[in-house]
């Protein structure tokens, strides 16, 4: 109920490409879906984040698209760079507030060739 | 805003000692901090929930008297490990809530090394 999934595990992508990466979710509490970039060595940073009453949230180059009734989302790069390369994580929250956790998938380890 | 500092962002200490990490939120009161542990090339496991001036909440397989946790005051909560050993060598990370948001804001991690 608790666990995130995420897929893949890793991805390779030549620079200028999307870059998708997908999550799915059990439990239908969750109100709150961010996503995290993560460079090695270094604490994950918020990229971007999206609540269950909107379909498609739109930063930049990053969209999050959002199905609430298949109970998944999903992460876009638009025209990938290689300063892109990073873990990247979705996530969960029951909590309108920052009280309550955040369950992490299991990451996706993206690279982005020239 | 909402950065989010730990210390130090290593340490190598010998087996059997203790050692602590402070987590600090240098532009904001932090009501609720969080502790995680990352093992190389996995994900980001929540350890700890620590509440300013009450008493931690642990998750399922942690140590309560081993991983002691601190939150004293709005903006340091500290974590202990405690009679280290090989095993506990890590990535910890932090992160803390604002009083009037529903973000979470990570701290840069730090190393810890047990030999």
């Known amino acids: 109920q608790q666990q995130v999934k995420q897929s893949p595990q890793s991805l390779i992508v030549q620079k200028g490409g999307i870059s998708i990466i997908n999550c799915a979710y059990e439990n239908t509490a969750f109100d709150y879906f961010p996503w995290y970039q993560q460079f090695p060595g270094k604490g994950p940073a918020l990229l971007i984040a999206?609540?269950?009453?909107?379909s498609e949230k739109k930063e930049g180059r990053f969209t999050i698209s959002f199905n609430k009734s298949a109970k998944q989302f999903s992460l876009h790069i638009m025209d990938s760079q290689p300063g892109d390369s990073a873990t990247y994580f979705c996530?969960?929250?029951?909590?309108?507030?920052?009280?309550?956790?955040?369950?992490f998938g299991p990451g996706t380890s993206l690279s982005v060739i020239p | 805003g909402a950065v989010v500092s730990q210390h130090p962002s290593r340490v190598i200490c010998k087996s059997g000692t203790s050692v602590k990490i402070e987590c600090r939120s240098l532009?904001?009161?932090?009501?609720?901090m969080f502790w995680y542990r990352q093992f190389p090339k996995q994900s980001l496991m929540l350890m700890a929930t620590s509440n300013e001036g009450s008493k931690a909440t642990y998750e399922q397989g942690v140590e309560k008297d081993k991983f002691l946790i601190n939150h004293a005051s709005l903006t340091l909560s500290t974590l202990t490990v405690t009679s280290a050993h090989p095993e506990d060598s890590s990535f910890y990370i932090c992160?803390?809530?604002?009083?009037?948001?529903?973000?979470?804001?990570f701290g840069p991690g730090t190393r810890l090394t047990v030999t």
């Open positions: 992160s803390a809530g604002g009083l009037n948001s529903y973000e979470q804001y």
């Open positions: 996530a969960a929250s029951m909590s309108k507030t920052s009280y309550d956790k955040v369950i």
């Open positions: 532009d904001f009161q932090a009501t609720t």
């Open positions: 999206i609540r269950p009453d909107v």
